[in-house]
């Protein structure tokens, strides 16, 4: 079982690496076309950073890491909703501004799951089903329309990736009998 798990592991991380990244450069470049150029520059700067401090602190310092990153995914959870609500960041004009806040966000959480797949899984779960609320399910009409909203423009984009990097990384942890906990983490008994 433990080569499962780590295979689940290692599989989900590297996508969502691949889904954070290729989102990034993506969005990117079409900033670059359309927005002047030391904001994009900015803000290519600070997600990378972010997201590369992040995810130094989960693999070298994972227990402080798993606080840190429950805050982080509340904090972003919270801003999708408002954002959804009040169009916070002006996607019109500025891009999917919300968006490339949960791909940065998906980095750390991808590289928590290598030692903590469990934690990492729940806040993915959670990241995937507010941004799934956010997309328009709850706004929308009918059957085809509901489907379009969730899997089409650039915020349901990353519905389905980031649910399924969820489900991977909690059967990962299950595998492993691993126990929850945010605060305290003690070894887990060699199986």
């Known amino acids: 079982m433990r080569t499962t798990s780590r295979v689940l592991r290692v599989l ?4 969502l690496i691949l889904l954070a990244l290729g989102g990034g450069l993506f969005a990117a470049g ?3 076309s359309d927005l002047p150029l030391v904001p994009v520059i900015l803000g290519v700067a600070a997600w990378v950073l972010t997201a590369g401090g992040l995810g130094w ?6 227990d402080a890491a798993i606080p840190t990153l429950l805050g982080l995914s509340v904090a972003v959870a919270a801003l999708a909703v408002l954002d959804a609500r009040f ?12 968006t490339l806040v949960i791909l940065g966000a998906l980095v750390p959480l991808a590289l928590l799951g290598l030692r903590r797949a469990t934690e990492a899984g729940l806040l993915l779960l959670v990241l ?5 609320l956010g997309s328009g399910l709850l706004h929308s009409r009918g059957g085809g329309i509901m ?3 969730v899997l089409g423009g650039s915020s349901g ?15 990962a942890g299950r595998l492993d009998h ?14």
């Open 57 to 62: 602190l989960a693999l070298r310092r994972t």
């Open 147 to 149: 489907w379009q909203a």
């Open 178 to 191: 691993e126990h929850v906990s945010f605060w305290h983490h003690t070894a887990q008994p060699a199986h």
């Open 12 to 15: 989900t991380g590297a996508l």
């Open 128 to 132: 995937g089903v507010i941004q799934l």
């Open 87 to 98: 169009d916070l960041f002006a996607r019109d004009t500025t891009g999917p501004v919300m």
């Open 157 to 171: 984009i990353v519905v389905l990736p980031v649910l399924v990097g969820a489900v991977l990384l909690l059967s």
């Open 30 to 32: 079409y900033a670059v």
